[in-house]
């Protein structure tokens, strides 16, 4: 997992980086809306999973910022973090397309269990489509041009995070971090290994679909 932090408080934001180190989530923290529309399309925009935001944000607030992400076609989830403790403030946030309402102060354990229950819980319901691949999570399922593919579990996993890149390359130590949990070892052939025979199940039904991008990694074709 993969978190974006917006919020202007510096204290909070301090806190709650310790809190996600602690339990091995990366994360990246900016204060205003424009900060996070930076981050949300730059080159790491891909490796979001989810978005803690405040609403009273400096100039833009996280109400609109949420409703310009949803108009946008950015799906990705949401979580509210905020003082506003107001009911018709909850439902406002969950009927702008927020998937969670958490009010300050809280638990940092409990900040935890809902970042994993929100992801969870989106994932689940998603299936991806690239060119004639189907890739269902839930299932745990991959089909090319109709036909059943058999991946390892670490094998589905490591296609299911190059499709939800779309397109963008991911580096091996992006995929260590997120799928074995621990850090880049230069050493290491792990990624290669699995690549190679994730390649070689996808090309006996058609077409490359994964390519190495020199000096990023790997990206699926789109």
Same mark, same amino acid.
């Given at each position: 997992?993969?978190?974006?932090?917006?919020?202007?408080? *510096?204290?909070?934001?301090?806190?709650?980086?310790?809190?996600?180190?602690? /339990?091995?989530?990366?994360?990246?923290?900016?204060?205003?809306?424009?900060?996070?529309?930076?981050?949300?399309?730059?080159?790491?925009?891909? %490796?979001?999973?989810?978005?803690? +935001?405040?609403?009273?944000?400096?100039?833009?607030?996280?109400?609109?910022?949420?409703?310009?992400?949803?108009?946008? %076609?950015?799906?990705? *989830?949401?979580?509210?973090?905020?003082? !506003?403790?107001? +009911?018709?403030?909850?439902?406002?946030?969950?009927?702008?397309?927020?998937?969670?309402? @958490?009010?300050?102060?809280?638990?940092?354990?409990? +900040?935890?269990?809902?970042?994993?229950?929100?992801?969870?819980?989106?994932?689940?319901?998603?299936?991806? /489509?690239?060119?004639?691949?189907?890739?269902?999570?839930?299932?745990? !399922?991959?089909?090319?041009?109709?036909?059943?593919?058999?991946?390892?579990?670490?094998?589905?996993?490591?296609?299911?995070?190059?499709?939800?890149?779309?397109? !963008?390359?991911?580096?091996? !130590?992006?995929?260590?971090?997120?799928?074995?949990? @621990?850090?880049?070892?230069?050493?290491?052939?792990?990624?290669?290994?699995?690549?190679?025979?994730?390649?070689?199940?996808?090309?006996?039904? %058609?077409? *490359?679909?994964?390519?190495?991008?020199? %000096?990023?990694?790997?990206?699926?074709?789109?």
């Amino acid at each position: 997992m993969q978190v974006l932090i917006v919020d202007d408080d *510096p204290a909070f934001r301090r806190l709650t980086s310790l809190a996600l180190e602690q /339990h091995k989530i990366a994360h990246k923290a900016v204060g205003t809306a424009d900060e996070a529309l930076e981050a949300l399309s730059g080159p790491e925009s891909g %490796g979001f999973d989810v978005l803690l +935001l405040d609403v009273e944000l400096p100039g833009t607030k996280g109400w609109e910022l949420l409703s310009s992400l949803r108009e946008s %076609g950015n799906e990705i *989830p949401v979580i509210f973090v905020t003082v !506003r403790e107001a +009911l018709e403030d909850r439902v406002q946030g969950l009927n702008l397309g927020a998937d969670d309402y @958490i009010v300050k102060p809280f638990d940092f354990e409990e +900040l935890i269990a809902r970042l994993h229950s929100v992801t969870r819980r989106r994932l689940r319901t998603q299936r991806i /489509h690239v060119h004639d691949l189907t890739i269902d999570f839930e299932m745990r !399922r991959v089909e090319r041009n109709g036909r059943s593919i058999d991946l390892s579990p670490r094998e589905f996993e490591v296609l299911w995070c190059l499709a939800q890149a779309s397109g !963008r390359a991911v580096s091996q !130590r992006e995929l260590l971090h997120k799928l074995w949990g @621990i850090d880049f070892d230069p050493e290491s052939k792990v990624v290669e290994v699995h690549v190679f025979r994730l390649r070689k199940k996808l090309e006996s039904r %058609g077409t *490359p679909l994964i390519e190495t991008v020199r %000096g990023e990694g790997y990206r699926l074709i789109v």
